[in-house]
């Protein structure tokens, strides 16, 4: 019994503690690999989020680009357009300017020569009333001849000057009237009063032939117009004109205006005013004599009715063709 009380049980609680060295080294602890996959997928997620965000940086790197690129074309276009035609609207006020300027001076040249020409054709083609030896003098055709062909070049040059002011005017006011179009789309503001319903130069083109043939068919030339509101009257419009017939030319004012009718007024007429026109001789005092007197009523200023217009300038034409 003695030994078997020394003799030590090799049982479980006398196995020395282990440090976990002799454990088999293929087995890992549950918490230790569980980490490891979340570390490699949020390394995976990090991974596509940059790319995403480099994508993204370079889109919107691109869109940026092309818009300036856009933004950039688009007001270099309307700029450079806008400057076109505002250079060119400079241009045309200083050659209208520059005609203005000369225009008078050519114009009081021109009409004394032809005030020179046409007495001197009057001399040329009038007979001698002193006898004797005077009576076998006459005009010499070819004289006479070349002094008409001077007095119609020298009136022609006069119309053409004032034909291309004119139509250089209306060029010019159409080409103001497009850029303050073009000016106002640009800045995105709404165009002034008048200007939305503005002509286009082709249409002020359109206008401006249709003048000159007018002027062509009956030779009288408007080298000006002023216009001029009044209030409840209307527009005040003055025509500076002038009239080539016949070898001759005039040159006169027509102004039209309304005048209130106090009968019409009073009997409540929806409409009382009476359209007239003024008719108003010019630089009669540099005309000859016998022309003037030839002229009769259109050598001094009256005022008729509107509707009576037409027969007013036929025979305005008439007094300026008629022989003593």
């Known amino acids: 019994m003695a030994a078997v009380s020394k003799t030590k049980k090799a049982g479980k609680e006398n196995i020395p503690p282990s440090d976990g060295a002799d454990e088999p080294s293929g087995v890992e602890a549950p918490s230790t690999s569980k980490e490891g996959r979340r570390a490699a997928d949020l390394e995976r997620r990090l991974q596509a989020l940059t790319a995403e965000r480099d994508r993204l940086r370079s889109q919107r790197d691109e869109f940026g680009r092309q818009f300036e690129e856009l933004s950039k074309t688009r007001n270099t276009e309307v700029e450079a357009l806008f400057e076109k035609y505002k250079e060119k609207a400079a241009v045309q006020a200083k050659a209208q300017n520059d005609i203005i300027s000369n225009q008078t001076a050519l114009t009081e040249r021109l009409q004394g020569k032809i005030r020179d020409l046409e007495k001197a054709l009057e001399k040329a083609t009038a007979l001698p009333s002193a006898g004797g030896p005077f009576d076998a003098v006459k005009a010499d055709p070819k004289e006479v001849k070349a002094l008409k062909e001077e007095l119609t070049k020298a009136k022609a040059t006069i119309k053409a000057t004032e034909e291309k002011f004119v139509a250089l005017e209306r060029e010019y006011k159409a080409e103001v009237k497009h850029s303050q179009n073009l000016q106002a789309s640009r800045s995105g503001t709404a165009p002034a009063a008048g200007v939305v319903g503005g002509i286009t130069p082709e249409e002020a083109a359109k206008d401006a032939a249709c003048l000159r043939l007018y002027e062509d068919l009956s030779d009288l030339s408007v080298p000006n117009v002023k216009i001029r509101d009044t209030g409840k009257a209307g527009k005040e419009i003055v025509y500076n004109c002038i009239q080539t017939y016949a070898g001759r030319s005039l040159n006169f004012k027509i102004k ?32 000859p004599a016998d022309f003037v007197n030839r002229l009769g009523v259109f050598g001094k200023e009256f005022t008729i009715p509107r509707e009576q217009m037409s027969e007013m300038y036929e025979e305005l034409r008439t007094a300026i063709a008629a022989e003593e």
């Open 256 to 287: 039209t205006f309304n005048v209130l009718d106090a009968a019409k007024a009073k009997a409540k007429d929806p409409n009382p005013w009476e359209k007239k026109v003024q008719y108003n001789p010019e630089g009669l005092e540099m005309e």
